[in-house]
């Protein structure tokens, strides 16, 4: 079965508010499996006015943030009512890659594999892509904690 969460749903889910939301939409979830969000990036980020102003990239660590909220969103929908009222924090990146910048303009692809939990530590594998092309990737761990 495949979820998909709009803009509002999100927002049930995680506590990020603009400008640090960095999920737009999902569009398919399978939950235990995977997750396929998108952040659409625009000119009037507010990152870009200083990163770098003459040629705006986005920062690849706001690129991991976004995966990281990804997972946090298929941890939550895979955990369901059994952790309701939880809170996910990132707890680690492991192998971070980066191969082509992010810029105005670009649709950045989200994709979160679940890997394994154990206790209140959930493992996922991410990637994001823009066009289908790789941009970077990660292992990322994130905890459950009771808000």
Not at 5 to 23: A, C, M
Not at 82 to 110: H, N, S, T
Request: proline share 6%; with cysteine; hydrophobic share 45%.
């Amino acid at each position: 079965m495949s979820v998909t969460l709009d803009l509002l749903q999100i927002q049930k889910i995680l506590p990020h508010r603009y400008p640090f939301l960095l999920v737009d939409k999902v569009i398919a979830c399978e939950p235990g499996v995977s997750l396929l969000g998108v952040k659409n990036v625009t000119y009037n980020e507010p990152f870009f006015q200083g990163h770098f102003p003459q040629k705006p990239v986005m920062p690849g660590v706001l690129i991991l943030e976004a995966l990281a909220q990804t997972t946090g969103l298929l941890a939550s929908e895979t955990a369901g009512d059994e952790l309701e009222g939880m809170i996910y924090y990132l707890v680690g990146i492991d192998k971070a890659k980066f191969k082509r910048p992010v810029v105005p303009g670009d649709q950045l692809m989200l994709k979160s594999l679940f890997v394994k939990s154990k206790r209140n530590i959930w493992a996922f594998e991410c990637q994001a892509e823009v066009d289908g092309e790789f941009v970077a990737s990660a292992e990322i761990r994130c905890a459950a904690v009771v808000d």
